[in-house]
Structures are given as C-alpha cells and as structure tokens.
C-alpha cells in the first residue's frame, strides 16, 4: 500500500482513565505518519470515554468521532464517518469493532485488526464450543481479505490456527510487540531510601490472568524463611477480594495494597524489584515498563513475556508455582547488588531500544506498506 496522503481511521474500543503507553502509541503513530507521509488520521471511539479527562484534551488535538457503547450496535453510526471522513486504511484496535467494521468499511478500503487481548479457551462443555464456533468466524472465516498484527507470537499463531480450519489465510498477519512512553519512566529512579525491608511490587488485575493468589502463596513461603520484606500490589478488577479472601481480611503485615496511578516512576521508586506472576499475558507493559526503570523482574515463563527473558536482570519462574517463585524472590533479596546493577544496565539498554514508541510506530508504517 503507498502510504503517502492516505487517510487513516484508528478504531478502538478503549475507555481507560489514562492514556497510558496505548494512547502514547497512537499519538506517536500519528506524528511519524503526518510528518512523512502528509496522512490525515482521526479516531475512533465509545462514547464512555467522551467524559474522561484525558479525553477532554485530546478532543482538542485530534480528530475524534464517537460511536455506542455497544459496539454490535455501532453499524449506523460507524457508517455515517465512513460518509464524512472516506477513510483509505482503517486500524482496529482490540477486537470489539473487528467484524462490524468488515461490514461498514469495504470496496478498497484497507483494514488492519490489531490483537491486544489474550484469547484462552473455556472448560465449560457447552460454553466450549460456543466459544469455538466465535474463533472460527471471527479470526477464521471473518478474517479473509484483512491484515492482523498481533501484540505477541503466540497470539498470531493462535489467529493462524483458525484460519487453517477455516481454509484459508487473511491478506497478512505479523508480531509487532508493544512500545512503552520511555519519558515515564527512562532515567526517572533515584536512590530508594531504604529502611531494612525489601520491597517487591505486582500489579492487580483480573486474578485468572494476574494470579496474584500464586504471588501471596509464595510469600506465604519466603515469611517462613525470612521476615525482611514486603509486598506491594495494586489494587485491580478483584485484587482486593483475592487478597481479602486468602487472609480472610486478616492481612498481614507483609502485604500491603496499593492504589493504582498514573505516577509510575513514584510507585517504582518505592520499590526493588517488579513480580509479574500472570498465568496470560500478550505483551506486559507492566514489564517493559519496570524493566527500562530499572528494576529487576522476576515472571512467569509463559509465551506472551518471553521476549524478557534473555535479559540478565530477568528471573524465571515455571507459572502457577508458588515455591519456584519463592526461590526466585529468596534469590533477587540476597543477590549481589553491583552485579545485579550491571545486569540492570544491559536490560535497560536493550528494552529502551527495541520498545520504544518511536519502534513501534515504524514497525506499524512498514507493515502498512506491506499490505
């Protein structure tokens, strides 16, 4: 596709109450594209983020169009800027406008599906093979004539997999991993002032994905070896329930719970070391993020993640194994400090270089190209 004077539409079904590292990526996406290619871009999205503050400011530098909350019931609307803005290339982002745009964005417009969420499989017989039957006509027969990226190899293999039982392939389907603000968090730690505990920090979440109840076993385990630590975890979709329920309210002080913010380089100067216990994970801003600050990670050895472990500064643990994690946090407390921060360096180096937003937004422009 050539690129040059192309209008873009960048659709997503995002509502969060930060821009974050996602929103950071458009907006740089958009600068390389204007500034290179004289494209126009304009965006896409629910009408439940029109209130956010963030919002509010964007409006003002962007072109922004809004549909229904329900995106099954965007077709009018998503019509309607189809008619005003005749777009050349359309982008999606998530998978929530992925088959209504099929239908209202056709006759030689472009449409690219980008793949941020972790798609897993239900135990449930009957909700099996419901689920099923939806991969097989979103990602299998939906998919023909459409380009995917997705934010993690396993996902473009798991897209692969569907379109094979579908027979056939879509028009190109690649792994472009994420890219993180560097100014959040590059250059942003400082000296912690440190009492005689060592601080591990986890991010909340939704607990089938984050298993934060795997992190707490394992804790539960170091205490008996050791009281000179702590944990921090944000608060998340359950967190505080899970944690809740495992201490039966009764937390120890060992455990303490955090409110999320966007001040990351704050939360990260606070802290030694990041855990990432998830059982899925597509890319882990969360890793990116606290590895080019400068803390060592200690994860789990699922696919989505695995482009960290060959930094130095990165400990594996098998997922789900509440004693393997304990070694590793056991380990990380003891472990010698100006070796450790040589390691640090080198990771910090190779992240800030393959990770950036300026990356990945020419990884995206060169797959447009391709198209």
């Known amino acids: 596709m050539n690129i040059q004077n192309a209008r873009l539409l960048l659709i997503a079904q995002y509502a969060a109450p930060y821009e974050g590292n996602f929103i950071a990526s458009l907006k740089t996406l958009e600068v390389i594209l204007k500034e290179k290619f004289d494209c126009e871009v304009a965006y896409v999205f629910p009408k439940a983020v029109y209130s956010l503050p963030w919002m509010q400011q964007f409006m003002l530098e962007h072109r922004t169009f809004f549909t229904c ?25 998530f998978d929530g406008y992925d088959l209504v745009v099929n239908k209202v964005f056709f006759n030689g417009v472009k449409r690219v ?8 499989y239900v135990s449930h017989p009957l909700k099996a093979m419901y689920q099923m039957w939806c991969f097989l006509q979103h990602y299998g027969f939906q998919s023909r004539n459409v380009n995917i990226i997705s934010v993690s190899d396993e996902m473009r293999k798991f897209v692969e997999r569907w379109q094979l039982r579908a027979l056939h392939k879509s028009g190109r389907i690649q792994y472009i991993p994420n890219g993180i ?16 505990k060592f601080i591990f920090l986890a991010f909340g979440g939704r607990n089938s994905s984050k298993r934060i109840d795997v992190l707490l076993e394992a804790g539960k385990e170091l205490i008996k070896l050791r009281n000179d630590f702590q944990v921090f975890i944000t608060k998340g979709t359950d967190t505080e329930a899970v944690v809740n329920n495992y201490f039966q309210g ?3 002080s060992w455990v303490i719970l955090k409110d999320q913010t966007e001040d990351i380089a704050s939360l990260f100067n606070s802290v030694d070391c990041f855990i990432s216990s998830s059982e899925h994970e597509t890319f882990s801003y969360a890793i990116c993020e606290a590895s080019v600050f400068g803390l060592p990670v200690i994860q789990s050895d699922i696919a989505g993640t695995m482009w960290n472990a060959k930094n130095p500064s990165t400990r594996l643990f098998k997922v789900n194994d509440p004693l393997a994690l304990c070694k590793q946090m056991n380990f990380i407390i003891d472990a010698d400090k100006e070796e ?8 910090i180096e190779n992240n800030r270089r393959d990770y950036s937003l300026e990356q990945w937004a020419h990884n995206v422009i060169s797959f447009y190209k391709q198209i």
């Open 69 to 93: 909350n329900d995106v099954r019931h965007s077709y009018t609307e998503l019509e309607k800027i189809r008619e005003e803005y005749m777009p050349t290339l359309v982008h999606t982002h």
């Open 181 to 196: 603000d560097l100014s959040r968090v590059l250059n942003k730690r400082k000296p912690r002032i440190s009492d005689d």
């Open 340 to 347: 450790l921060e040589k390691q640090i360096q080198v990771t």
């Open 250 to 252: 009764n937390l120890p």
């Open 113 to 120: 599906w980008h793949m941020h969420n972790y798609l897993s």
